[in-house]
């Protein structure tokens, strides 16, 4: 299943809130906002109404997009296996020497203080399955990137 969002319970939970206020409380100030602007006058003219159902549009795409990931998530903790798994953070160092910390999730996962690596991206991608010791190379825009992973450990966000 390609389609599917991994997400750890409090993204989950952060998800299904986003949602449940934006279907409830959302709507109905948008809702207020236009008939507002409504009652200002002349609607071709009407900068406030346009900026209302636009925001309102804005709004109802973001519903979806909430609406279709919740129906496609594998809501679950990571597994500790020792690799960089889905939902694992890989402790790693690049060629300068300095230390970074990945957390290899969907965006929806993302954390303060951790660099977010989807595992569809390249570096996702090259960090996945890989063990402390291990070199990981990628490619991007830049050039290629290597690191040495020094630890991974089962994100708790």
């Known amino acids: 299943m390609t389609d ?9 939970e952060k998800l299904v809130a986003e949602f449940e206020h934006l279907t409830t409380v959302g709507r109905r100030e948008a809702e207020q906002r236009i008939a507002e ?20 549009g804005l709004m109802e795409l973001r519903i979806r997009q909430l609406r279709h990931i919740l129906d496609t998530a594998e809501v679950r903790d990571a597994e500790d296996s020792g690799a960089v798994e889905v939902g694992t ?19 929806e996962n993302k954390a303060p203080g951790i660099v977010l690596a989807s595992p569809q991206s390249p570096l996702g991608t090259a960090l996945l399955g890989a063990r402390p010791g291990d070199d990981v190379s990628y490619k991007a825009p830049g050039g290629t990137f290597t690191y040495r992973i020094v630890s991974v450990r089962v994100y708790e966000g």
């Open 89 to 107: 953070v890989a402790t790693v160092i690049d060629e300068d020497g300095d230390e970074i910390e990945f957390l290899v999730a969907p965006a």
């Open 37 to 56: 602007a409504r009652d200002h006058g002349d609607l071709r003219e009407n900068a406030e109404y346009d900026t209302a159902k636009n925001d309102q």
């Open 4 to 12: 599917t969002t991994w997400l750890t319970p409090a993204a989950h």
